[in-house]
């Protein structure tokens, strides 16, 4: 019987705004055998959130933070290479939230949405492996079709709720939570308006994402090109960056409209320099509009309905996404979740560590 040896990323120091390689402590661990419908895992791909940099802060949160010498939290897609489960045959494609490691020992369980499981984290217990939809690349269940999926839909359709004639306008509109929230909207009837850096994601989102408008916050006064495509002021602003974007979308917003807060990174996660808080939050109070903040596992009882609907658009091609696929070994993790606070991941940032044995 094969003995597998797990490289491992154990966060060491709390980092201090950006974070470092020093901040964590890179080991070898022999991986226990499998028993009592329990699988070993090679993992193929890790997923990266900007949510994952606040997991570890040692503070109140929605989740709690990652324990100083465990395994850096986070989401992944593996391949079963032993197994004491007859449904999980080696070969078998899973996911689940495995960590910054490359082979580790998993519990198994039915169905698809193991959201929780990712946010939280297992919580002493094993990780769980859950097998990847049939018939879609197996990448889309940490994007599109995962906890991205779910935070752009709840966001959107329950908290934004557009409508036919509603102008919508979504920051961090290439990142894997903004191009899917666009595409909602889009199909809600709403006039779509994204706000990206740079040209080359400009044109996907119109191009290939058919948002109706995109906003180049590089290169533009993005306050007043709001202006210009919303003259009677935005309905919906989902924001991803907050700081002076989402104060140039409050000064724009429309009597009742709404601002839906799903993430701040351009103020805090993880350099200090960039922290600006809006100015003009009493617009929210003259023009009776509103804000909400929310976490996706709010709706965790809805969960299924919404993976369910998400798949059916993307089986369709009413919804399409991105990946931004590093390639190396665990050990540059650091350097790929530091990607998306530079600005320079295009859709759901991951780093494939090992190739799928099939197809």
């Known amino acids: 019987m094969t003995t597998f040896q797990s490289r491992r990323m154990l966060l060491t120091t709390r980092p201090v705004w950006t974070l470092k390689q020093s901040d964590f402590t890179v080991d070898k661990q022999p991986v226990p055998s499998p028993r009592d419908r329990q699988v070993v895992v090679k993992v193929l791909w890790l997923a990266f959130d900007p949510a994952m940099r606040g997991w570890m802060n040692d503070g109140p949160s929605y989740a709690p933070p990652v324990a100083l010498g465990d395994v850096m939290r986070g989401h992944g897609v593996g391949e079963v290479v032993d197994s004491a489960a007859d449904d999980f045959p080696v070969g078998t494609l899973v996911h689940g939230n495995f960590g910054w490691q490359d082979h580790l020992l998993c519990d198994t369980a039915d169905g698809v949405v193991g959201a929780l499981e990712h946010v939280h984290g297992n919580k002493g217990a094993l990780p769980v492996a859950r097998k990847v ?42 990142g894997a939570t ?36 995109v906003i ?75 804000m909400h903040g929310f976490i996706v596992t709010d709706f965790l009882d809805r969960f299924d309905e919404a993976a369910e609907r998400l798949a059916t658009w993307v089986r369709r091609g009413d919804v399409v996404w991105a990946d931004d696929v590093q390639q190396g070994s665990v050990e540059d993790a650091v350097e790929t979740l530091n990607r998306l606070f530079d600005g320079k991941n295009f859709g759901k940032q991951l780093l494939q560590i090992a190739e799928p044995s099939t197809s």
């Open 133 to 174: 939809p049939e018939g879609l690349p197996p990448t889309a269940i940490l994007g599109v079709l995962g906890t991205t999926g779910l935070t752009a839909y709840f966001g959107m359709l329950e908290l934004g709720r557009p409508r036919p004639g509603d102008v919508v306008v979504v920051s961090g509109a290439a």
């Open 216 to 290: 180049d916050y590089k290169s533009e006064d993005v306050s007043a090109r709001i202006a210009e495509l919303a003259p009677n002021g935005v309905n919906v602003f989902y924001d991803n960056v907050a700081g002076r974007i989402l104060e140039s979308a409050i000064h724009n917003i429309a009597l009742r409209g709404r601002v839906v807060l799903c993430g701040g990174i351009s103020s805090g996660y993880s350099d200090e320099a960039t922290a600006y808080g809006p100015t003009n939050l009493s617009t929210i109070t003259v023009r009776s509009a509103s």
């Open 178 to 213: 903004g191009t899917v929230a666009g595409q909602l909207a889009r199909l809600a009837g709403a006039t779509t308006v994204g706000i990206a850096g740079g040209a080359a994601k400009g044109a996907w989102l119109t191009d290939t994402a058919k948002f109706d408008a």
